[in-house]
């Protein structure tokens, strides 16, 4: 909101629902006069300093839970005394209020909830889709979404990729387009300062590819301006390495559905608004624009990759051929538009119509509305939107996925199990409910006739979120499998044996790590990689880097042999057990492989250095390596030390990732620190004193509640998006400090 602007008209409370991992909010009647002066008070903060801090602090859920409105949890807003034991202690202090405030923020099924929101490119497609659909929002969701579109617009009126990114074409017209169908009006300052932006820059012809899509459908961009999506690719044999089905999953399953309905030429009802809009977003008048001149234009501000020129070749001969006619076309298009339409509705079926991704999921939607309006899967569709947002007090925003359920609940279950026994004992509920949500959302069965729909095994595996949405992940395989046999060992026996995950299930868990494991020794992260690394020169996006193919990551890998290097620890003698040796090696070797010479690695998931630096070191401890025996860990741990502040923290900027060279925060963050002390301490590290600075630093940051501040972004994917996880800060600290109690126990 700009600092000029009118105060938003006071809203209703909310309150988060969950079922099963599935999480969404609704407004309700104000029945608590504290906590509605609560949120009010928390928006009005961040938006008055919404320059000096980009991210929200997830604030509204942690208002809901200190009001014990989160149905379920024994907890609620109860917070455990410290007991008198240790309140002399104030390593073990700091740990037991970080503890007892985050399970207060426990749901009802056992994961912990957060803001993975971020990205500004997200909701705006929910907003165009559900407009062109007829699918209306909750009048207080649509003032909340426009908080969110004006609290993240940029000082010089135009919005970047996410909330912590300068200002290009691909968010500034999306955000300008989002506004104006959630009501705001042309004259507007924001939207002045906004559609201001986009003019200066050349108008909207120059927003990227994927941009050009939305504003296609809506109908204030014409097909003929994109390089074309032949939905034809879908026909070819499975066998050449251009099938769509070779690409990265979320690359194939945009593109699929894009294709789709740029094969019908779809476009929504030209209403009044749509008209207006046609006519404020580009230089000249909308029916004088020579539309082919737009095609393969991007703005200078947007261009993260540069497509090479046999790329433009391709779309050339693509173009010819959409412009071309010839015997049988027709028959062939409508071969390929009732391909892409049946891949579509499986993806739907296999995930409950949640779809792997929100880009995909509203484009989806999209097909089958276009199809069928009337039909069932268009009711389906519109109840799962609503898995998608997500309310803090910045706004209401599109996640980047349906929640990061499952993944946080493994680290938060694998950081409460470094904790000692004597602070662990009031939160055995705690712990039984993140281990039931962790075996209830264990993936029972491949989707079935999975070959037809281009789909890797399932059975035994864990996704990122919940199993409605089933896509099965490598990485949250392992941190799955692990934090399971954490929470069944015998230093945990907080869970009975009646309701252990059986070793049948857990197998089959170390049985799909095996089978995801590349030819390179990595693990890449839905699939194995099924295409040539020069599918990456078909790069059609502009904005992100390595989407093409699934390539092995350090990260992926380091929690792949995570998982297996516990199930060995638990079952040594099991039939698993040569494979297990034999893939660990292969591991091991791959991440050496990867190793920079100067001891770094790069993070392809989370900022940048540090996160995969803490994988690394994580993977190696598990499988029994230490410094003294491996040069890879030492080089690592002598990278990272040499990035240490003089305050004892380390601070990471998601420029790192961006441009693949560390690059320094302007502080310390205490999710940096706490990957950077978590795998030092993991390594035990010799020299004590650099972890003392780090572990002081994270006690001196804690609040008085035992929560931490989210401070900057800390999440990325292809390179150049960044994402939010806002229980990090709680996770890694509670985890760097216990790993560092039980390390100084163990030196002593």
């Known amino acids: 909101m700009s600092e000029s602007a009118e105060p938003q008209e006071h809203l209703p409370t909310w309150l988060l629902r969950y079922q099963r991992g599935r999480q969404w909010w609704e407004p309700t009647t104000p029945a608590n006069k504290d906590l509605v002066d609560a949120m009010e008070t928390t928006r009005r903060s961040y938006t008055a300093n919404r320059h000096k801090t980009a991210h929200s602090s997830d604030r509204i859920l942690r208002l809901v839970a200190e009001h014990g409105l989160l149905e379920g949890n024994p907890k609620n807003s109860k917070i455990e005394p410290v007991p008198d034991r240790v309140a002399n202690d104030p390593l073990a202090v700091a740990i037991h209020k970080g503890i007892s405030y985050f399970a ?28 062109v659909t007829k699918t209306p929002f909750h009048a207080s969701q649509k003032q909340e979404m426009i908080r969110y579109l004006r609290n993240h617009q940029n000082h010089d009126g135009g919005f970047g990729l996410h909330i912590e990114h300068k200002s290009i074409m691909f968010g500034t017209a999306l955000s300008y387009v989002s506004m104006r169908l959630l009501g705001v009006g042309p004259d507007h300052p924001d939207a002045m300062r906004a559609r201001q932006w986009v003019l200066d820059h050349g108008g909207a012809g120059g927003i990227p590819g994927w941009g050009k ?37 979320h690359c194939r399953v945009v593109y699929l559905p894009m294709s789709h309905l740029y094969g019908r030429r779809a476009v929504g009802e030209l209403t009044d608004l749509v008209k207006d809009i046609r006519e404020e977003l580009y230089l000249e ?13 991007c703005c200078e501000e947007d261009v993260y990759v540069q497509r090479p020129y046999l790329q433009r070749l391709l779309w050339g001969a693509l173009t010819i051929f959409e412009n071309v006619w010839f015997p049988f076309k027709k028959t062939l298009r409508q071969l390929a538009l009732d391909e892409t339409l049946e891949l579509v509705k499986g993806e739907d079926r296999s995930t409950n119509h949640i779809d792997i991704g929100p880009v995909n999921k509203v484009i989806n939607f999209l097909c089958v509305w276009f199809d069928n309006p009337n039909s069932p899967d268009v009711t389906k569709h519109r109840d799962r939107l609503k ?42 509920d705690t712990l039984s409910r993140a281990h039931d949500y962790i075996r209830i959302t264990q993936v029972k069965e491949d989707v079935p006739n999975r070959k037809r729909y281009y789909r890797h095994e399932s059975k ?11 896509w099965p992940i490598a990485d949250c395989t392992g941190e ?77 890998s380091s929690s792949a042999m995570k998982g297996l290097g516990e199930f060995r620890k638990a079952y040594p003698d099991h039939p698993l057990r040569t494979r297990i040796d034999k893939s660990i090696e292969s591991g091991v070797r791959f991440i050496e492989s990867c190793q920079r010479e100067d001891g770094s690695w790069y993070g392809s998931w989370g900022v940048c250095f540090l996160y995969a630096f803490w994988f690394a070191i994580d993977a190696y401890s598990s499988v029994g390596l230490s410094p003294a ?8 741990c002598e990278f990272v030390l040499s990035k240490q502040k003089a305050d004892g923290s380390w601070g990471e900027s998601y420029l790192s990732s961006e441009k693949q060279v560390y690059t320094q925060s302007d502080h310390g ?27 002081q630093f994270l006690i001196q940051s804690q609040e008085q509640n035992g929560d931490w501040p989210q401070q900057n972004i800390c999440g990325v994917f292809n390179k150049n998006c960044m994402i939010s996880y806002s229980q990090y800060r709680n996770i890694f600290p509670i985890w760097a400090l216990s790993e560092y109690r039980n390390y100084c126990s163990e030196s002593s």
């Not at 998608?388 to 359920?405: C, F, H, I, P, V």
Request: overall charge negative; hydrophobic content about 40%.
């Open 104 to 131: 207060t923020l426990q749901c009802g099924d056992g994961h912990w909830a957060g803001d993975y929101g971020g990205p500004m490119f997200l909701m705006p497609g929910m907003i165009i889709a559900c407009y």
């Open 213 to 249: 899509f939305w504003l296609s459908v809506l109908g204030v961009y014409e097909w003929s301006g994109l390089d074309p999506l032949t939905p034809e690719f879908w026909l070819l044999p499975y066998a050449l390495p251009v099938h769509p089905a070779r690409f990265w999953c």
């Open 285 to 297: 008048s909308y029916d004088q624009i020579q539309w082919s001149s737009f095609r393969g234009k």
């Open 387 to 428: 898995d998608y947002l997500w309310l803090a007090e910045d706004g209401m925003k599109m996640q980047g996925y349906n929640g990061s359920q499952l993944w946080d609940t493994a680290f938060a279950s694998q950081a409460f199990m470094t904790v000692g026994r004597d602070l662990l004992e009031p939160f055995r």
């Open 460 to 470: 035994g595996a864990w996704p990122f979120s919940t199993r409605d949405h089933g």
């Open 480 to 556: 799955g499998l692990a934090a399971a046999l954490l929470l069944q060992s015998e230093h945990g026996t907080w869970i009975p044996k009646t309701e252990q995950i059986s070793l049948d299930r857990l197998a089959e868990a170390a049985e799909m790590i095996l089978n995801y494991q590349n030819d390179d020794g990595g693990w890449a992260t839905y699939e194995l990689t099924r295409g040539p690394a020069w599918l990456e020169y078909l790069n059609p996006s502009e904005v992100f880097g390595d989407i093409m193919i699934d390539y092995s990551y350090v990260e992926c």
């Open 629 to 636: 025996t491996s040069i890879s860990m030492r080089k690592a």
């Open 669 to 695: 963050l205490v999710v940096s620190t706490g990957w950077a002390l978590v795998a030092l301490c993991m390594a035990t590290w010799h020299d004590r004193q650099p972890l003392e600075k780090a572990a």
